[in-house]
């Protein structure tokens, strides 16, 4: 997963933005090194294995398992990190991370005028952040499933968060955990709001609800979304407020407000 700070704005002197992209780097290694499942060795392994108590592990698992707990909660247990018998918070830590780390050592940099906007991009999932004063838009492309290097779309924000989850990438990895079987009706679907940890956890809860059932929107705090599903059906909408392409029709552009506004004036 290749992960990215960018930012935009006059720069005269950088050092203070590679400081911050430094000290970045330095904690989501630190926060993959104790959460990754794929390690024998992190904190999230060892409690699984009972080789290390709560207390004792890195204080930043206390602070996501409450996060979980909320989460699968909210989401009727659409997502839920013990489905598994054991604490995995894959689906929204990566989010958690982002956004953490964002706003801990990228949002001084625009509080303090030095850039106009900044952000980090882990892996096509976006934290992105703008000044109230200035005129800088970011612009992103949503990825076409089934046609790489092709977007579906595109949307404009001033700050807020994006996160993509799907089959597309990576095969059948999510879990839908009612049944302990894979979630394979949607190929990706894309969520929009402030908060990356929002949108990582409504983009996982999307894809194992299945393509058909939009019930959880009313209960996100998604500001709008995409889903795809395998058959290339597409849902989207912004707020609570959703609709469906049949399967095989080409699907508007998701554009920004302000384009849709210009393209009905013309």
Excluded: Y
Aim: glycine share 10%; proline share 6%; aromatic share 6%.
């Amino acid at each position: 997963m290749g992960i990215h700070v960018v930012s935009a704005g006059p720069l005269d002197d950088d050092t203070q933005l590679d400081r911050a992209a430094r000290e970045a780097f330095g904690d989501l290694e630190h926060i993959e090194e104790v959460f990754t499942p794929f390690n024998e060795g992190s904190d999230i392994r060892r409690l699984a294995r009972g080789d290390l108590s709560i207390c004792d592990a890195d204080p930043q698992i206390m602070e996501v398992l409450d996060l979980c707990m909320t989460a699968r909660s909210r989401t009727w247990g659409l997502f839920d990190p013990w489905w598994r018998g054991w604490f995995d918070p894959t689906g929204i830590v990566k989010g958690w991370a982002v956004e953490q780390t964002t706003r801990r050592h990228l949002a001084p940099l625009v509080a303090s005028g030095l850039v106009d906007a900044v952000g980090i991009n882990a892996g096509g999932d976006m934290q992105l952040l703008s000044a109230e004063e200035t005129t800088w838009t970011w612009n992103v492309g949503i990825a076409d499933p089934f046609t790489p290097g092709a977007t579906l779309g595109r949307l404009s924000l001033r700050s807020g968060a994006v996160a993509t989850s799907g089959t597309a990438e990576r095969g059948s990895h999510i879990i839908d955990p009612r049944s302990s079987h894979p979630a394979r009706s949607v190929a990706s679907a894309t969520v929009v709001a402030q908060s990356l940890t929002e949108a990582d956890l409504w983009a996982t809860v999307a894809c194992v609800a299945g393509f058909d059932d939009m019930s959880w929107v009313r209960d996100s705090t998604s500001e709008s979304a995409l889903v795809v599903g395998v058959d290339h059906g597409v849902r989207r909408w912004v707020g609570d407020a959703a609709d469906a392409t049949p399967p095989g029709a080409a699907p508007t552009p998701w554009i920004s407000e302000p384009e849709r506004e210009r393209r009905h004036a013309s």
